[in-house]
């Protein structure tokens, strides 16, 4: 008796070959001692194969995976944004700070008439830092659907003020093929007290890097609002990253912004404490 695995829509399958001398052994009780533990084993390997499956497929992991990949423990990132519009387009450079999902600060360091501005991320809550006028501001939910500096992308986009983890509800609905990255396709619905702008996400994960490759934002009345793409996977501070992340508005032709990473570092050693008030203002 042999017994082989084969994969179906992506779940092990466990077939059995009976010879038919193995079938009359196993109608032998004298050989049933022989063949039980065959039997057995190949039964516990099936279930192992079966678990580790789910848990690869389990859109909650999924998600986590991504975030760990995209975020790490502590990083810290420089950045450039292009904001494309029919006559003219804009470009910012800025350096952000991050520890985990609760803590982030992002600085921006040009143009002139910008450089200065800050916006501080303490679990859920935010600050802005507007150094025009020398004042920080502590950012209600409802500003967290606002462009973020003009751009296509929201406050919530660039700050992550919520995550795709802990406030949304998810469903696997798919794998599929697109820009030559086999996917998962999760669909993502905010939970109640989520503050969150989009009523639904789908979400396609890449299966070999787990990483995004593509969102859709969906509005309340369930029309596309957005797609953001993530491109050009390269290796950054040790770990593979989307380089470049495209945000298109469905509704407005013309319009994109687009935000290259330029630099990476997963090493930075940072605290709780790093991630103040006093440093929102003063960080260089």
């Given at each position: 008796?042999?017994f082989?695995?084969?994969?179906?829509?992506?779940?092990?399958?466990?077939?059995?070959?009976?010879?038919?001398?193995s079938?009359?052994?196993?109608?032998n009780?004298s050989h049933?001692k022989?063949?039980?533990p065959?039997c057995?084993t190949?039964?516990f390997i099936?279930t192992i194969?079966?678990r580790?499956?789910?848990?690869?497929?389990?859109p909650?992991?999924?998600?986590?995976k991504?975030?760990d990949?995209?975020?790490g423990d502590?990083?810290?990132?420089?950045?450039?944004?292009?904001?494309e519009?029919?006559?003219?387009k804009?470009e910012?450079?800025m350096?952000?700070?991050?520890?985990?999902d609760?803590?982030s600060?992002?600085?921006?360091?040009g143009?002139?008439r910008?450089k200065?501005?800050?916006?501080?991320?303490r679990?859920?809550?935010i600050?802005n830092?507007?150094?025009?006028i020398?004042?920080?501001?502590k950012?209600?939910?409802?500003?967290?659907s606002q462009?973020?500096?003009?751009?296509?992308?929201?406050?919530?986009d660039?700050?992550?003020g919520t995550s795709?983890v802990?406030?949304?509800?998810?469903?696997?609905l798919r794998t599929?093929?697109i820009?030559?990255?086999?996917?998962f396709?999760l669909e993502?619905?905010?939970?109640p007290?989520?503050p969150?702008?989009y009523?639904k996400?789908?979400?396609?994960?890449?299966?070999v890097?787990?990483l995004?490759?593509?969102?859709?934002?969906?509005?309340?009345f369930?029309?596309l609002?957005?797609v953001l793409y993530?491109r050009?996977i390269?290796?950054m501070?040790?770990r593979?990253?989307?380089a470049?992340?495209?945000?298109v508005?469905a509704?407005?032709?013309g319009h994109?912004?687009i935000i290259?990473t330029?630099?990476?570092?997963?090493?930075i050693n940072?605290?709780?404490?790093?991630?103040?008030?006093q440093n929102?203002?003063n960080?260089?």
């Amino acid at each position: 008796m042999t017994f082989n695995f084969h994969f179906f829509n992506n779940k092990p399958q466990v077939f059995y070959h009976l010879s038919p001398s193995s079938f009359s052994a196993i109608t032998n009780h004298s050989h049933m001692k022989v063949i039980l533990p065959i039997c057995l084993t190949g039964l516990f390997i099936f279930t192992i194969f079966s678990r580790l499956s789910a848990q690869s497929e389990d859109p909650r992991e999924i998600l986590r995976k991504v975030e760990d990949n995209m975020r790490g423990d502590a990083a810290y990132t420089e950045l450039s944004m292009i904001t494309e519009r029919p006559r003219y387009k804009r470009e910012i450079s800025m350096k952000s700070w991050s520890l985990g999902d609760d803590f982030s600060l992002i600085l921006v360091t040009g143009p002139a008439r910008d450089k200065g501005t800050a916006f501080l991320k303490r679990g859920k809550e935010i600050w802005n830092y507007m150094p025009g006028i020398d004042r920080t501001v502590k950012m209600p939910p409802s500003m967290m659907s606002q462009a973020w500096m003009g751009s296509d992308f929201t406050n919530d986009d660039l700050v992550r003020g919520t995550s795709t983890v802990d406030d949304y509800t998810h469903k696997l609905l798919r794998t599929e093929k697109i820009d030559d990255h086999d996917c998962f396709v999760l669909e993502l619905i905010p939970k109640p007290d989520a503050p969150i702008v989009y009523d639904k996400v789908i979400y396609w994960v890449s299966k070999v890097y787990f990483l995004p490759v593509k969102v859709e934002n969906f509005d309340e009345f369930g029309e596309l609002a957005s797609v953001l793409y993530f491109r050009d996977i390269k290796n950054m501070g040790g770990r593979n990253i989307p380089a470049i992340m495209e945000m298109v508005p469905a509704t407005r032709s013309g319009h994109k912004t687009i935000i290259t990473t330029n630099k990476a570092d997963y090493k930075i050693n940072l605290n709780e404490s790093w991630f103040s008030l006093q440093n929102l203002t003063n960080v260089k």
